[in-house]
Each structure stands twice: as structure tokens, then as C-alpha cells.
């Protein structure tokens, strides 16, 4: 009889999805709806000229973008690692100063030091011209010098921009080496090469890989350096095929390649690391103490250290102030403060956004403590392994059929025709921007808010917080460092972005980047240089930033 009065267990109600988590799925569906558009057009194109690709261009774009990232890999690990190396383990002339200026070429685009190069070593350049006045040759027939718009020319000039990758990775893990190690390895008759190939690269391998890994995204990612130089690689044939074919599904093919490429290359790294895992003994543990070069060798060790510099900051900021000097009525060029006002507020409020939408997203999956920050995160980081190219395409034409959609809507409703309200203004470039860096903003707000003992808002919540409140009055003002740098890396890479600013900008409408871009390809370098002189001063603020922020 009881048994009838037996209540049955109540079923538990569907949790209901509260702001803070309605918000991290929004944010994470915007960062991730570009690669998701790209899968659906490269999958369902309108005309299927993926055979076709396969048997005329795409052999030749892959391969070439093979042989660019192995060149890549290769120079940038030896300059970086090998800088590296001699800043963290020796004293020699100029070592202070090298350790900072090392890291320079960050603040300039790959494009600019492409043009830098190709002004002083092409054919009426000052290299070619002092050869042919020294020795009294007439033309190019009389003498060989190298092909200055190439594949090896582009190889050099994007391994100087981006070896500081490896660098600042590589000189972080030998500065984080225990010292007693190397006095070990001294003490049983290691010379300097048996330190490096038994102990440093070893323990150094993981942080290498991981900077070589960043270094062949950007390579991938790159467009201005690879046409300046006339080489073919799959990010140009998505500009090919979309701007000159009219192909929009043959470029989600190809830029589906490029997300293949890119994973695959995660992937390697990862698998390079072979799951090895290296830590420090503790906070006492002896420093690597960097030893005295004796001799003659001391200046070989600040050569080698000079020449990426040299290569990566001082030839495009040397031949920019050249071409500024030899013209200064550029710097008053109409168009360019223009420019300047375009790129300060798009990449500003850009940056802005980016950075408050990864404190959201970060916070608000931090105190649900579900599943969901274990999927989430790690998939918006795809965002900036993607090049710019890819991205614009993933977003120009969704964004372009909702603008369709509005504008249908208004001229039924009021008769009005408003014309493009999104693709027509900068809030597709902006919208461009936040998914290309918010991966950088993400992983600089996530180290932060670990950064924060979960005592302290555990105690604002027990005084009556809500987690806004937690989040304005605890977290904030103690990762506003944290925050603030990436504010700033964050607007220096959207001032440097050049694929995505020239597919998606408005129709005369220009950053710095696309000015310097656009009377670069015109061979009007000097009417160019004030523009990526700017360029470079935004990048160059941030660097010494970064590079104050490291210890010695």
C-alpha cells in the first residue's frame, strides 16, 4: 500500500543557458563561422573546378608553398636558435643591446622588407649599379648576379621577419635551463658545440618547434612578399582564382587546402614534441650563468648576431628613411592621413573588442567549469592559423548575403532601398580583424586570469559579488598588464594585416597597409615610405614593450 504513495524521484529541469554562457557561444560561433563557411562553399560550389585545379595550378601552387615553408623552417630556426644560443649562454661586444634589438624585425612586415630589398639589390638599384660603374660593365648580359624576384629572395626576406619567433621561444627555454647542467657537462669535457647538441637543443626542442610552427603560419598566411617577388603560392591562387577567375568555390577549395596545410602543421609540431614535458627543479634552481668569449671569436659571435638584425630591421627602416628623406612632400601626400585615420580607428576599436570579447569568453567559461571551456577554447585559436585570404573569403560572402537579406527586408517594409549596410563599411574588416587575432587575445587573457588565485574570487563571491562584479573589482585590476599588452599586440597586428584589409576594405577606402601595398606594386617607393615608416613605428612600440617585459 505504501508503495502507491512512493514519490518518484524528480527529473532534474533543464539548466537554462544564462547570459555569461548565451555569450561565449555567440563569441565562439563569430570566430569560428569563417572556417565553417569556408567547408560548406569549397564542399558545395557553384561550379566544381576542382579537377581542373588539380591538373593545371593547384600541383604548382602546393608545391611552391612546400618549398617557401622548408626554406622558412630552415633559416629562421638557425638564426633564431642560433641567436639564441649566443645571447643566453655567452658574453661578448654588444650582447646587452642584441638581446633587445633582436626582436625589432617583429615590428616590420614581411612586405615592406620585401620592397626594401628589391630597390637595393634590383637591376637599377645601388648594389647592380655601384658592380656595373667599379668594373665598367654596360648591361646585364656582361655579368651574373642573382635573380632578385625569386623564390630563395623570398625565402631570406620572410626568415628575417620572422626568425624573432624562434628566438624569443628558443632564449626563454635556455634561460630557463638549469645552470649546474652545463657546469656538469663542462667538468666531463663537453666542449660548446657538445652543450649545444646534448643539452641545450634537447631541452630547447618543444619551445623551437613551437616557434618554427608560428613562423610557417605567417608564411603561409603571407601575400604582399610572395607577389612582390612573383611567386605563386596557394594564398595567391585564392586571390587569383576569386578576384581575376570570378571563382568563389574553386577559392574555398583552395583555401581548404591551406586549413589542411595548416593543421597538418599543428599537427607535426605537436607530434615532434613526442610528448616530452621539461621543468625546472624549483625557484632556487642556478641560473645559467652566460660565460666570457675570449679572443677574435668574441666579435664572430656579434657578427652572426648582427646579421638577422641587419636583414630583418635595419635594411627596410634604412632604404623607408632613404626614400622619406629623398622626398619629404610624402609626408603631406593626400590619402595618407587619411590612411591614418582609417587604420588608428578600424584596428583600435578592433583591438578593443577582440580583447573585451576574450575576457567574456575566458571568464564566463572559467566559473562554468564545464566541458564546454575544454572544446571552445582550443577551437577558437584556429582564427589566427588561418591567413587572412581564407578568412575574408569566410566572411565576405555570408556577410554579403545577409546584406542582401536586410536590404530585401527594409525596401518591403518601408520602400527604401539602403544599399550594403555590412560588406560596404569597415565592420567586415573589423569583424575580419577580431577573428584573425582573437586567438592572441585569448591565450594572453586565459595565462592571465591562471595568473589570479581562485581564493580571491572565491572570497568576493562569498562577500555578496556577482561575477560581473568579481570580474570588474578583482580580476581586472590585477591582470591590467596582462590585458593591456594585448590590447596592444593585438592593434599592432591589425595595422600590419594586409590579405584581408584589401578584400574586405570599402571601395576607396585605405589603411597604411594597403597604401604602402598599392604604390609599392606601382614603383612609387618614396611616395610609400612615409606610410610604412608609420607601419613600422606601431610595430616598433610594441616590440620594446616586450622586449623590456623580458628579464636579462
Known sequence: MSDRFTQLPRRRPFPRPDLWTLGAVLIASVVLAPILSIAWIALNPTENIWPHLMATVLPRYLGTTLMLMAGVAALSAAMGTGAAWLISQYRFPGRDWLAQALLFPMAIPAYVGAYALVDVLDYAGPVQTGLRSAFGWTSARDYWFPETRSLPMAILVLSFALYPYVFLLARSAYREQSGRAYEVARALGCGPWGLFLRIGWPLARPAIAVGVALALMETVADYGTVLHFGVQTLTTGVFSTWLNGGNA???????????????????????????????RLGRNAQPVEPQPIEGKAR???????????????????????????????????????????????????????????????????????????????????????????????????????????????????????????????????????LVRFFGIAQGAVDAAFGRVSPSLSMAARSLGRSASGTLASVYLPLMRGSVLTALLVVFVDCVKELPATLLLRPFNYNTLSTRVFELSSLERLSEAAPAALLVMVVGLVAVVIVARSQPD
Request: glycine fraction near 14%; hydrophobic fraction near 65%.
Open 299 to 433: 666579435w664572430g659571435a656579434t657578427v652572426l648576431c648582427l646579421i638577422p638584425f641587419a636583414g630583418g630591421f635595419l635594411l627596410p627602416v634604412g632604404v623607408m628613411l632613404i626614400h622619406a628623406a629623398v622626398a619629404p612632400e610624402g609626408w603631406l601626400a593626400p590619402g595618407l592621413f587619411d590612411a591614418l585615420v582609417n587604420t588608428v580607428v578600424v584596428a583600435g576599436l578592433a583591438a578593443l573588442v577582440t580583447v573585451a570579447a576574450a575576457v567574456f569568453l575566458v571568464y564566463a567559461l572559467r566559473i562554468k567549469g564545464s566541458r564546454a571551456a575544454q572544446v571552445l577554447l582550443p577551437l577558437t585559436l584556429i582564427g589566427y592559423a588561418a591567413p587572412g585570404a581564407v578568412l575574408a573569403l569566410g566572411l565576405l560572402l555570408p556577410l554579403a548575403a545577409l546584406d542582401h537579406w536586410l536590404a530585401d527586408g527594409v525596401l518591403a517594409l518601408t520602400g527604401w532601398d539602403p544599399g550594403l549596410m555590412i560588406t560596404g563599411t569597415a565592420f567586415a574588416l573589423g569583424l575580419a580583424y
Open 249 to 279: 568555390g574553386g577559392a574555398a577549395q583552395i583555401s581548404g587546402v591551406i586549413l589542411v596545410l595548416i593543421l597538418a602543421l599543428v599537427g607535426l609540431e605537436r607530434a615532434g614534441r613526442g610528448g616530452a614535458r621539461f621543468h
